[in-house]
């Protein structure tokens, strides 16, 4: 075949790395330099030019989306399928491992699985069976000790507690959570990587069959594997196996979730042939972005050290706003948007990113406002909505009934008038009999332990669900939801709320409807398509909804947009407590992770950045003061220009011209005045009228500050 397509476009060191012959290759390089498109290149010159069959070919990425655009660009780029290529996530292909091999993993064909909220239900329930006070035994930490055990490969057997409660209590509880699982054939997420991992561990058949098919792997964003995910690369990598992974350690983000750094100094080690190949020019930003971001992350001492430069021009300086407070930060961004989409640019090519999924809500009000069509990228996920779990947990529930944590959601929603003191009674008789919660119902039903009304509830659910099974399961997906909605009175609850919520949910259980109608059951093989559609649900991050193809504002969390790139970007709220995060302020590492999250933020922008702060912002209930982040701090300010809205307005407003301002407030320029926080201070310049004015100060405590009038309680002094 002619690999001219192949190797056109590629400068001389990723043509190095997509046609080395090494059997281990580590490509680490700045962000934006090409290295996933190294990846996809180097799986189709391997297919084009070495006859690797995609079969032997498996391919991880971070997210689901990403694995979908990796699949195309190879096949685009053979102009043939490479459907037989085993690619998606590690969560992805773990899950594909344990369906196909279920029972060797011990696990029941119809296991589903449990995503975070789930679980924390699952182990809230096992916490309170163990009589441990929630106040005393929060189940999230118990959540996050489990998970962290998990990630490190552990099982509770492996734990020392050195006489520790902290460690031998929640060792119990992970003990019993487990228990939990097992009987509801319930795998969580960390889970399924650790099961994959101990599947082929222990299998010594499945481990040979799956390492002499498996020539090739190949992973992107290597930086944010965690532990037991490098095991399992260990452990399907034979001898002869190929191995390249890519990643920059300056983009290391997850180490709170586990992620190593290390396992790149690790791989190096491990595979003492590997060739390190390093991409120094960056494609993605202009001269000035690429700038900004180079001197920001050269503040972090823990580095590998890398070259990024680029032959764009010097492009726009990067904006920075003031904004008086959120709601005027929101408002700003909105209106430049505007202008952006008038100047005939997409609105899909803007993106904005925020530190914390909370600041999104002011944002979307301002959007709404104007009218800019907006999705949030990753926050409450398509799957993750009430209504769309309530109707895929009455779907569970009939195609396993042994699904505690479905039972937990379902059993009174809508409400039946199931009180919390007949379902503790199931969890009673459950706990008693060492029986699920299905199993547990039918028995008090048949036994009438309740009052009757309660007993006849009880049987109406279960009836329900029973025949729901019967009735529904020949017919197509999107049918089975749709009946289901119905058959439940799922959505004549929904009805009852007010207005726009209820609409919004409406719309949700049409969709998620007309994604079954979409769904493509050819991606699992082996599974019944409920069963598919259900996992899909649980892993997918809801990203294939139609939406995504309509033109439309991108808003999502620094941490989301890991790997993407948008002509214009964004960074809302760059303040401190804020970002970097008031939790990671303390320790030298976690502030280092959290500049990296800048390091990211910063180059995901192609042509222009907007860095925003508010110098007024509720926070956590509050009213806060932020001082302006210290990454912005850390851009040279050659590369930075403020933003001043209304800079027409050079004029002083308080100087004498302005009768209404001068005689609201009565402050002249070079007068001091007091603070009730910051002290004593002089007038340096002011801009805005009516609510909008305000006035930058020069405070002998924290430097020159601008200030909303209208809020800053500033006195004459
Ligand atoms: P990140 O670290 O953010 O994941 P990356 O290193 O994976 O970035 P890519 O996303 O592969 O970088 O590439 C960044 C951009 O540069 C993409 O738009 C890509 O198409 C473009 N690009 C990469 N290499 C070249 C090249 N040789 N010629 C032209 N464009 C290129
Ligand atoms: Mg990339």
């Known amino acids: 075949m002619d690999v001219t397509p192949i190797l056109d476009g590629l400068n001389k060191a990723q043509r190095e790395a997509v046609t080395a012959d090494n059997q281990a290759l580590l490509v680490l390089a700045g962000a934006g330099s090409g290295k996933t498109r190294v990846l996809v290149h180097r799986i189709a010159w391997l297919i084009a030019t070495e006859n690797i069959s995609p079969h032997a070919i498996m391919a991880v990425t971070f997210t689901n989306k990403a694995s979908h655009e990796m699949k195309n660009r190879v096949e685009s780029l053979l102009g043939r399928s490479a459907s037989s290529m085993w690619i998606g996530t590690f969560h992805g292909l773990a899950h594909r491992l344990l ?12 296991f589903q699985i449990l995503d975070s909220d789930d679980q924390l239900r699952v182990i809230k329930r096992v916490m309170r069976e163990m009589n441990l006070d929630d106040n005393e035994w929060p189940p999230k930490q118990a959540q996050w000790f489990i998970n962290k055990q998990k990630d490190e490969g552990k099982r509770p057997k492996d734990i020392q507690h050195n006489g520790d409660l902290f460690i031998s209590t929640h060792t119990k509880v992970y003990h019993a959570y487990q228990q939990a699982c097992a009987t509801g054939g319930l795998v969580d997420f960390a889970e399924l990587l650790l099961k994959a991992f101990e599947l ?67 791989f190096d080690r491990e595979f003492s042939d590997a060739k390190t190949i390093r991409l120094e020019q960056n494609y993605r930003s202009t001269g000035t972005i690429l700038k900004a971001a180079n001197a920001v992350i050269a503040n972090n001492q823990e580095r590998m050290g890398k070259n990024l430069w680029t032959d764009d021009s010097e492009g726009e300086p990067i ?42 809500r002011v944002i979307e009000e301002f959007l709404l406002q104007r009218q800019i069509p907006y999705r949030i990228y990753g926050g409450l996920k398509f799957f993750e909505r009430a209504e769309v779990k309530d109707t895929l947990a009455y779907l569970r529930l009939m195609y396993n009934n042994q699904d505690d944590a479905a039972f937990e959601r379902v059993v009174n929603t809508p409400p039946r008038g199931l009180g919390q ?32 009304k309660a007993t006849a509830a009880l049987s109406g659910f279960i009836e329900l669900v029973k025949l729901g099974y019967e009735e529904f399961h020949p017919l197509p997906l999107s049918e089975q939801i749709q009946l289901t909605i119905e058959s439940t009175n799922l959505m004549e609850m929904y009805a009852k709320e007010k207005g726009e919520k209820a609409l919004a949910r409406k719309e949700n259980l049409a969709e998620l409807a007309s994604a079954a109608r979409e769904f493509d059951v050819e991606d699992y093989p082996d599974l019944s398509p409920m069963t598919a559609f259900l996992a899909h649900a649980s892993l997918e991050a809801g990203d294939t909804q139609a939406e995504q193809y309509e033109d439309c504002v991108q808003m999502m969390t620094l941490h989301s947009a890991k790997g993407l ?18 939790m990671s302020m303390e320790e030298a590492d976690k502030l280092e992770e959290e500049r990296r999250l ?12 907007y860095l925003l702060y508010a110098e007024k912002r509720r926070l956590w209930g509050k009213e806060t003061y932020p001082a302006v982040s210290r990454f912005i701090r850390e851009i040279p300010a050659q590369l930075k220009e403020e933003v001043r809205l209304n800079s027409q307005l050079s004029q002083p407003v308080f100087a004498g011209e302005s009768e209404s301002a001068q005689g609201a407030n009565g402050f002249n320029l070079g007068q001091f005045v007091e603070h009730p926080k910051f002290g004593v201070g002089v007038i340096l310049n002011y801009e805005g009228e009516g609510a909008q004015a305000r006035v930058q100060v020069n405070f002998d405590s924290v430097g020159a500050k601008w200030l909303v009038l209208a809020y800053a309680k500033l006195e004459a002094c």
């Open 99 to 110: 369906r196909a091999h279920a029972r060797d993993a011990e696990l029941p064909d119809t």
């Open 200 to 266: 082929l561990r222990d299998n010594q058949h499945l481990r040979e069959h799956y390492q002499e098919r498996f020539l090739h792997l190949l992973v992107d964003e290597f930086q944010d594997t965690n532990g037991i995910q490098y095991a399992w690369l260990r452990l399907i990598s034979a001898s002869n196996c190929g191995i390249t992974i890519v990643g920059d350690d300056d983009q290391s983000i997850y180490g709170w979730r586990g992620a190593k750094i290390e396992n790149i100094q690790r």
């Open 319 to 360: 904006s920075l706003y003031a904004a008086f407070n959120e709601q005027e930060e929101a408002r700003f961004m909105a209106a430049r948007i505007a202008d952006w989409h008038q100047q005939g640019n997409a609105y899909s090519e803007c993106a904005i990113l925020y530190r914390s999924n909370a600041q999104s």
């Open 421 to 452: 003191k007949s379902v503790e009674k199931v969890r009673e008789m459950a706990r008693i009999d060492q029986s699920t919660l299905w199993e547990a119902a039918q028995k008090i039903v048949a036994e009438s332990a309740l009052t009757p």
């Open 565 to 582: 790139e948008f002509p214009l970007v964004f960074i809302a709220g760059m303040e401190e407590k804020l970002f970097p995060h008031m």
């Open 598 to 609: 800048a390091y990211v933020g910063i180059t995901r922008a192609m042509k222009k950045l």
